[in-house]
């Protein structure tokens, strides 16, 4: 919807469009974009003016509209949260959605024995793979593992090592990168480092805490 919606931004401003928000799908640019879905002069638009305007307010309102179903749903799984008694939200980079996701994926925690059986379950536990006198770990092969979960785990994690994310997940990531690790390696010890921390944060319903 949103790309359909530049495409025609940009039939009627002609890339102009782009300098008036730094956001275009925005809450103050689709207002804009609903009163103003052509600029003042049109005499450089292409085909039919009226048809064009029609289908750009027909887009910013379905995207209103898809906005606040969001935000309503968001809610409701906020207040399920809730109700579990689980506190994954606590942990950074883990919003009301990906926090559901993760428990609809992992169910009853108590399924697994300990952090390496969830680690196995979410295809993350690292395969020994030894040649000569080299030995080393390799990720899970892809397809193996429940991967809706891996996704969840991988989203949270990239959003711990960005420029506001946690510092101690920074830091960790960092310091794998200098003992050598390539960037992909690195994330994956810090996914893996999630589930142990996600494990003991669903095992015994507490909120995030860092512990060196």
């Known amino acids: ?9 940009h ?4 890339g102009g469009y782009r300098k ?4 275009p799908f925005s809450v103050k640019a689709l207002r804009y974009w609903k009163t ?3 600029p003042t002069d049109t005499s450089d638009i292409p085909g039919d003016v009226v048809i064009l ?3 750009i307010k027909r887009k910013v309102k379905r995207l209103m509209d898809i906005r606040e179903g969001t935000q309503e749903l968001e809610g409701e799984l906020g207040e399920l949260m ?3 008694g689980q506190k994954l939200t606590t942990l950074n980079g883990c919003g009301t959605v990906l926090a559901t996701k993760v428990m609809a994926e992992v169910r009853d925690v108590k399924r697994f024995h300990s952090p390496s059986a969830l680690a196995k379950y979410a295809g993350l536990a690292p395969r020994e793979r030894s040649s000569g006198n080299t030995f080393r770990h390799v990720k899970t092969k892809a397809g193996t593992g429940n991967r809706r979960l891996n996704m969840a785990i991988h989203r949270i994690a990239l959003s711990q090592i960005s420029r506001s994310g946690n510092q101690e ?6 310091r794998k990168i200098s003992e050598g690790k390539t960037k992909g390696q690195a994330l994956c010890c810090l996914k893996r480092r999630l589930v142990d921390i996600m494990y003991m944060m669903l095992k015994y319903q507490k909120p995030y805490q860092y512990r060196a």
């Open 36 to 38: 103003h879905p052509v």
């Open 11 to 14: 039939k009627a401003y002609n």
């Open 20 to 23: 008036k928000f730094k956001d």
């Open 53 to 55: 305007k029609k289908q």
């Open 1 to 9: 919807m949103k790309n359909q919606l530049h495409r025609l931004l």
């Open 82 to 84: 809730k109700m579990t």
């Open 169 to 174: 997940a920074k830091t960790y990531f960092q």
